[in-house]
């Protein structure tokens, strides 16, 4: 089920990549629980697993506002170490439930790591008495906080693995009966899909009803 | 008191005053009191873009503001919120006592050179500490505060004692 | 588009993904701001040594904005510095542009289109599109606005220099927020029901469907904290109850 030193070196590289996603560079968004549960699960054998995982991951994901300076759970390194364990197992629910639990503690525990990191690139800030910048040291100053902000993902994404890794070992996928795993992790989803209502404003409650209809039309017919 | 807020805030419309000061006080205008962008249409038009629909927003000249203040104050109809950017345009518009009386938050002024740390969101120079007392001896009630959930921090705690 | 060279709006935009390269409490933007400037103030200052330093030392200061949209101050500026304007006007402009950038980005960006896209993935792969699919088509669809907003906002920043505000106020931002959050809500309520219906729920438990959804309507951005402590609850309660069997 461990993934071996290789893919482990990609990982890294795609926990990184994931966490300059999401603030530092490019936001692309594959830093995104969806896209990065993928890409690790290609990366690990199962994309599919990966893409179940991120699927439950991004429900969970889509009420959470990354407006400035506030403090909120960070997606991609998460998402990257979670989708990696969770590609070599059977791709139940109750083996999916540990994970996704652990992929939520980690997204908060990484997030607060992204505020050490903004407090750390303030020494790239000159002091206000300074009036004048030479362009190389910005430059190098840019680029260093760049650099740390990927040594960050790789980190996080190795460290989540090995604690996921060890808890998982301790058997909780087999703790919950996989018909009770299967509904909890459904309503959570579902709930948390409900919640992105917010989003868009109460008054688009209609619009809103209109999909579940259009939902349960889709349900009734397969 | 329709005069709801009277801030000192460099930043002058933005999100946390709109949204954060704007929204509990049911404020619908907003006055900016600022000689340049008083004659600046580029600017005012920057500055609407912040605005909601709900608010109305002008912009005046220090001279033309302190003559309106009184008006403002005593208004029914309208909630205002009066922004200027610094201390200084705060004792302009303060002159001839035009604000005795009134209230006057401190919001938002950041780190610069000659600035000493007060508040995390409040720096000061002497001078402006020492122009923020000589409206206070006029019965100007100042006190900073970031938020309205916020404790207010009055002036005599904020200056160190002379 | 006087003064900038296609070399320079090139490099500004290519720069422009590495704007929040350095983001911190103090300046904000502000530094990533002057590294996706330099190449203007380079050609702007071109054998002036000391004046770009001073340049860029005043564009390092504390900035804001949205990341996409961060290129109509740099198009702007780049031009004010291209035509020799006065460091104080150009101080003013970005004062007056910080508050409307960000707002105007935060409201369609991440409050809006980025939820939108992603639940039509999440809704495509609930309804049994291949793991590609959904992924694919979030990444194009979310992109596509991106792409074209930064590359939009460079040209708005560039052609009105001062004058953004009228473009900003006139652009179709606005209507596409608005039409982005009525697909949102459709999709919204077509993924959650299809989140919860197909967990094969018999009988009764059919009703923990539309209690999850009204819950996550009603819990708002709480729903997360919620769902935690929900998932660990069961898992718990597993375990405790293998161990007393």
């Given amino acids: 089920m461990t993934p071996g030193p290789g893919t482990l070196a990609l990982l890294a590289v795609l926990g990184g990549a994931a966490a300059l996603d999401g603030t530092s560079l490019g936001q692309v968004m594959v830093s995104r629980p969806l896209v990065a549960a993928t890409l690790a699960g290609c990366v690990a054998g199962s994309p599919a697993h990966g893409a179940?995982?991120?699927?439950?991951?991004?429900?969970?994901?889509?009420?959470?506002?990354?407006?400035g300076a506030s403090r909120y759970p960070e997606g991609g390194p998460p998402a990257v170490a979670g989708a990696a364990l969770f590609a070599g197992s059977a791709g139940t629910f109750a083996e999916l439930l540990p994970v996704v639990l652990f992929c939520m503690a980690w997204e908060w525990a990484c997030g607060a790591t992204v505020q050490w990191m903004r407090h750390w690139n303030a020494r790239a800030a000159s002091p206000p008495e300074e009036t004048e910048l030479d362009p190389a040291t910005l430059e190098r100053r840019h680029y260093a906080s760049i650099a740390g902000d990927f040594a960050r993902g790789a980190v996080l994404?190795?460290?989540?693995?090995?604690?996921?890794?060890?808890?998982?070992?301790?058997?909780?996928?087999?703790?919950?009966?996989?018909p009770v795993a299967r509904m909890a992790l459904a309503g959570v989803a579902a709930a948390g899909i409900a919640?992105?209502?917010?989003?868009?404003g109460s008054r688009r409650l209609p619009l809103f009803v209109l999909g579940a209809a259009c939902g349960v039309a889709l349900l009734v017919l397969r | 008191m329709p005069i709801v807020l009277f801030r000192v805030d460099e930043r002058l419309i933005h999100g946390q005053v709109v949204v954060g000061?704007?929204?509990?006080?049911?404020?619908?205008?907003?006055?900016?009191?600022?000689?340049?962008i008083a004659d600046s249409p580029w600017e005012q038009e920057l500055y609407c873009l912040g605005v909601p629909p709900e608010i109305e927003a002008s912009f005046l000249g220090v001279d033309a503001a302190r003559a309106r203040v009184a008006g403002w104050r005593g208004d029914a109809l309208h909630r205002t919120i009066v922004l200027v950017r610094d201390v200084a345009t705060l004792r302009r518009v303060a002159e001839e006592h035009a604000l005795r009386g009134d209230e006057v938050n401190l919001g938002g002024i950041h780190h610069a050179a000659g600035r000493e740390r007060l508040l995390p969101y409040l720096y000061l120079t002497a001078d402006e500490g020492a122009a923020l007392r000589g409206l206070a001896a006029d019965e100007v009630r100042i006190s900073a505060r970031d938020l309205p959930a916020s404790r207010p921090v009055p002036l005599e705690d904020l200056l160190p004692a002379r | 588009m006087s003064g900038v060279s296609p070399r320079v709006r090139r490099a500004l935009l290519l720069r422009s993904f590495a704007v929040q390269g350095s983001w911190n409490y103090r300046t904000l933007i502000g530094t990533g701001f002057a590294f996706v400037l330099l190449p203007a103030l380079r050609a702007a200052h071109a054998g002036d040594e000391a004046g770009l330093r001073r340049a860029l030392a005043r564009h390092a200061e504390l900035f804001n904005s949205h990341p996409y949209l961060a290129t109509v101050a740099a198009g702007a500026v780049a031009r004010l510095e291209a035509e020799g304007?006065?460091?104080?006007?150009v101080g003013r402009f970005k004062s007056a542009l910080r508050g409307s950038l960000g707002s105007l980005g935060d409201r369609l960006v991440w409050l809006t289109w980025r939820p939108a896209c992603a639940l039509l993935g999440v809704c495509l792969l609930l309804a049994g599109a291949p793991w590609w699919a959904a992924a694919g088509?979030?990444?194009?669809?979310y992109n596509a606005l991106h792409l074209w907003l930064r590359a939009w906002a460079l040209d708005v920043g560039l052609r009105d220099g001062l004058q953004v505000g009228r473009a900003l106020r006139e652009s179709p931002l606005e209507r596409l927020g608005e039409r982005a959050a009525g697909a949102g809500a459709l999709l919204a309520?077509?993924?959650?029901?299809?989140?919860?219906?197909?967990?094969?729920?018999?009988?009764?438990d059919q009703l923990l469907g539309p209690a999850a959804l009204a819950a996550g309507i009603l819990l708002g951005f709480r729903t997360r904290r919620v769902a935690f402590a929900l998932l660990a609850a069961t898992l718990a309660a597993g375990a405790l109850y293998l161990r007393t069997r």
């Avoid at chain 2, 000061?21 to 340049?36: E, F, K, S």
């Avoid at chain 3, 299809?194 to 009764?204: E, I, P, Q, S």
Wanted: proline letters at 6%.
């Fill in chain 1, 195 to 200: 919640s992105s209502l917010r989003l868009f």
């Fill in chain 3, 85 to 89: 304007a006065a460091p104080e006007l």
């Fill in chain 3, 137 to 141: 088509v979030f990444l194009l669809a």
């Fill in chain 1, 157 to 178: 994404t190795l460290l989540g693995l090995a604690l996921l890794a060890a808890w998982l070992r301790a058997g909780p996928a087999e703790w919950t009966p996989e």
């Fill in chain 2, 21 to 36: 000061w704007g929204g509990p006080l049911h404020a619908d205008r907003i006055v900016v009191v600022d000689d340049a």
């Fill in chain 3, 189 to 204: 309520g077509f993924g959650a029901v299809l989140a919860f219906g197909g967990a094969g729920a018999r009988g009764t």
């Fill in chain 1, 52 to 67: 179940m995982l991120g699927l439950f991951l991004e429900a969970l994901h889509l009420g959470v506002l990354p407006v």
